[in-house]
């Protein structure tokens, strides 16, 4: 009687667990439906980059899939990633100075632009092959996959290609302004500098200006545009 009362029990407490992880699987299409709902609405949806902080009663709704949506704001709330965009917008407002004394009024600013943002390139990309292998390594169902991809191009690949994209055009222009300030600096009883332009005393001076302010000029095309599709990304 004894022994029978025990295997009675133990299996009374297999048969409740059972029944509990089944209960708990039916709710697997009430969190995915949940959780699909708020990729739609409040990020695939919205204009720009949304990253929304999930409250208690989301985080309770989505159950397991709140480990999926940490992918995305992992990638964005990164130290490092949010430092880059700081300097990011900190060099964009440098490189587009169009004073050519404030460009040598900026030389130092110039020079840590090329200098940090060819470290910030190498960063970015390292941290989007680790969001992406995340991204890889999740098991989700076709109709969830395929909102899920929607929201991360949105949040995370459109805007890292916008930076990746930008990032070299702006050392290129900082490069190129330190190339005429230092020529200014290193020739400055050869050359006049006015507030908007900058000219050469003689021939040679004259046409040393032209060649590196043209080169200057011609990567302003570029950046504009890389410019106005990175703020399409982030804004909408």
Same mark, same amino acid.
């Given at each position: 009687?004894?022994?029978?009362?025990?295997?009675?029990?133990?299996?009374?407490?297999?048969?409740?667990?059972? @029944?509990?992880?089944?209960?708990?699987?039916?709710?697997?299409?009430?969190?995915?439906?949940?959780?699909?709902?708020?990729?739609?609405?409040?990020?695939?949806?919205?204009?720009?980059?949304?990253?929304?902080?999930?409250?208690?009663?989301?985080?309770?709704?989505?159950?397991?899939?709140?480990?999926?949506?940490?992918?995305?704001?992992?990638?964005?709330?990164?130290?490092? @990633?949010?430092?880059?965009?700081?300097?990011?917008?900190?060099?964009?407002?440098?490189?587009?100075?169009?004073?050519?004394?404030?460009?040598?009024?900026?030389?130092?600013?110039?020079?840590?632009?090329?200098?940090?943002?060819?470290?910030?390139?190498?960063?970015?990309?390292?941290?989007?092959?680790?969001?992406?292998?995340?991204?890889?390594?999740?098991?989700?169902?076709?109709?969830?996959?395929?909102?899920?991809?929607?929201?991360?191009?949105?949040?995370?690949?459109?805007?890292?290609?916008?930076?990746?994209?930008?990032?070299?055009?702006?050392?290129?222009?900082?490069?190129?302004?330190?190339?005429?300030?230092?020529?200014?600096?290193?020739?400055?009883?050869?050359?006049?500098?006015?507030?908007?332009?900058?000219?050469?005393?003689?021939?040679?001076?004259?046409?040393?200006?032209?060649? @590196?302010?043209?080169?200057?000029?011609?990567?302003?095309?570029?950046?504009?545009?890389?410019?106005?599709?990175?703020?399409?990304?982030?804004?909408?």
């Amino acid at each position: 009687m004894q022994t029978f009362t025990r295997r009675g029990f133990a299996l009374g407490t297999v048969l409740i667990l059972a @029944l509990s992880a089944a209960a708990c699987g039916d709710n697997e299409p009430e969190q995915r439906k949940a959780f699909m709902s708020f990729l739609q609405t409040r990020i695939v949806d919205k204009s720009g980059v949304h990253i929304p902080k999930l409250t208690d009663e989301e985080k309770k709704s989505f159950g397991p899939y709140v480990d999926h949506y940490a992918v995305i704001p992992g990638f964005s709330d990164n130290p490092e @990633l949010l430092d880059i965009a700081k300097k990011m917008q900190q060099a964009t407002q440098t490189v587009g100075l169009t004073s050519v004394q404030a460009l040598i009024d900026h030389r130092k600013d110039l020079k840590d632009v090329g200098d940090y943002l060819a470290k910030a390139q190498e960063v970015m990309a390292r941290e989007l092959t680790k969001t992406n292998a995340a991204r890889a390594a999740l098991k989700q169902p076709d109709d969830l996959k395929a909102v899920f991809d929607k929201a991360f191009d949105k949040d995370v690949t459109i805007p890292a290609r916008g930076f990746i994209e930008t990032m070299p055009i702006v050392v290129d222009i900082a490069n190129a302004a330190l190339k005429l300030v230092d020529y200014i600096e290193s020739h400055r009883a050869t050359v006049n500098v006015s507030a908007r332009s900058v000219g050469g005393k003689d021939p040679q001076t004259a046409k040393d200006l032209e060649v @590196l302010v043209k080169d200057l000029q011609r990567l302003n095309t570029p950046f504009e545009a890389a410019r106005r599709r990175m703020n399409a990304a982030l804004n909408g």
